[in-house]
């Protein structure tokens, strides 16, 4: 019997491998497989038999001609590095220890975080979070956005009843992104598949505030220096404005309040070196409370309000404080800082212009002037060197008249 057995199997398995060899160039048909397996089993039930050793071998060395390569038992074998690829390979950002991801969100772009909140749930809210998204408020509009600015916002998205300012925007760049990925962001294949996800954000969240400043829909309240293109009456001042983003130049547009008998005044193409957040929390049309006349000496640097006539609304004008006319200017007989008035000057009129000097009272100063010459409002110390350096940089190049 066990002869018999043998001679079957030999038999099946040569006529088998001719077979094979025939159709090596071809598809294999949908049996074929079948046999394969069928050969394997026999080859198990095989072993069970009392067959002599050198038999055995060339029939082993038959059977691995027939196996495919996946089906060979080296494939069975589990090596540690082979796992190890497997298991890398499976790993997920999300895997990775909370601090090291904290760390790598922390310093991701604004479009990087846009394309990490469209991977999962768990990253969208982790992406949207507000300690990630007010460093990037800082980092671009700290300079621009203050308190009157944030309490604007507040409002804003209190009393807004629609979301106008998320309108579809044109623009390119990262405007452009961040209206593709909020509220309707799109994840692009390699193959150029898209496919639509919502991921609506919190309206009252930084990373709201962040959209809607980028895209321009929200007008914010700031303070603008040489306004109106650097109009010559308003050299060296700083007038209140409400500004726009425009994300296609990198400028802002700027809105003024009615200047007396002036409608509203636009300018547009305001750089960002000619753009402030409000220094104090005055309004323009109120006056400031000076709170810095007894500190006040020869050389110090200031700004003060200053307005046309009463309709119009207040503007920073930068000035030095001078000498008094009996004093010559020398610092070891200067009295100047114990006396109860204070000569400001206004260095970029020329000497003989009327608006060269202006004397206010150290103790009871109010709004003083009149509709010929203005009214000048509140006093503040200038004592930033960032202050004093910018307004340098903006002096006219020729003698104000």
């Given at each position: 019997n066990c002869l018999f057995v043998m001679l079957f199997f030999l038999i099946s398995c040569f006529s088998f491998i001719l077979f094979y060899k025939s159709l090596s160039l071809k598809p294999l048909p949908p049996w074929a497989c079948e046999?394969?397996?069928?050969?394997?089993?026999?080859?198990?039930?095989?072993?069970?038999?009392?067959?002599?050793?050198?038999?055995?071998?060339?029939?082993?060395?038959?059977?691995?001609?027939?196996?495919?390569?996946?089906?060979?038992?080296?494939?069975?074998?589990?090596?540690?590095?082979?796992?190890?690829?497997?298991?890398?390979?499976?790993?997920?950002?999300?895997?990775?220890?909370?601090?090291?991801?904290?760390?790598?969100?922390?310093?991701?772009?604004?479009?990087?975080?846009?394309?990490?909140?469209?991977?999962?749930?768990?990253?969208?809210?982790?992406?949207?979070s507000d300690h990630l998204w007010d460093r990037h408020l800082k980092q671009k509009w700290g300079s621009v956005i203050g308190s009157a600015a944030h309490r604007e916002w507040q409002w804003h998205i209190a009393t807004r009843k629609d979301s106008s300012f998320l309108d579809r925007t044109k623009g390119r760049g990262l405007m452009g992104y961040l209206w593709r990925l909020w509220p309707f962001p799109f994840v692009r294949s390699n193959l150029n598949n898209v496919s639509k996800r919502r991921y609506p954000f919190p309206v009252n969240s930084n990373m709201s505030w962040y959209h809607a400043l980028e895209t321009g829909k929200f007008w914010f309240p700031a303070q603008v220096y040489n306004r109106e293109n650097g109009h010559v009456g308003f050299m060296l001042s700083c007038y209140d404005a409400e500004l726009s983003y425009d994300p296609r130049t990198d400028t802002f547009q700027a809105r003024y309040p009615p200047h007396g008998r002036r409608a509203i005044a636009i300018e547009s193409c305001v750089t960002w070196d000619r753009i402030r957040a409000p220094p104090i929390d005055t309004s323009p049309h109120d006056l400031h409370i000076s709170d810095c006349l007894n500190e006040l000496s020869p050389g110090d640097h200031i700004e003060i309000q200053w307005r046309r006539n009463k309709e119009c609304p207040y503007g920073w004008w930068y000035g030095v404080v001078g000498h008094l006319e009996p004093c010559d200017g020398n610092n070891s007989y200067c009295r100047c800082r114990g006396s109860d008035t204070i000569v400001l000057e206004f260095n970029q009129y020329a000497f003989a212009s009327r608006w060269r000097r202006t004397i206010v009272s150290r103790k009871d100063h109010q709004e003083k002037g009149n509709e010929a010459d203005g009214f000048y409002g509140g006093i503040r110390k200038l004592s930033s060197r960032?202050?004093?350096?910018?307004?340098?940089?903006?002096?006219?190049?020729?003698?104000?008249?």
């Open positions: 046999v394969r397996l069928l050969s394997l089993w026999f080859w198990k039930d095989l072993s069970l038999f009392p067959i002599s050793k050198s038999i055995r071998n060339s029939l082993s060395s038959s059977f691995t001609l027939v196996l495919p390569s996946d089906m060979s038992p080296k494939k069975k074998i589990a090596h540690p590095i082979s796992e190890n690829v497997e298991l890398r390979q499976e790993m997920s950002v999300l895997d990775l220890p909370e601090l090291v991801l904290e760390c790598i969100l922390e310093r991701l772009p604004p479009d990087g975080l846009c394309r990490m909140a469209c991977v999962c749930s768990s990253l969208k809210d982790r992406c949207r960032e202050d004093i350096s910018t307004w340098k940089r903006l002096w006219p190049t020729d003698i104000l008249e």
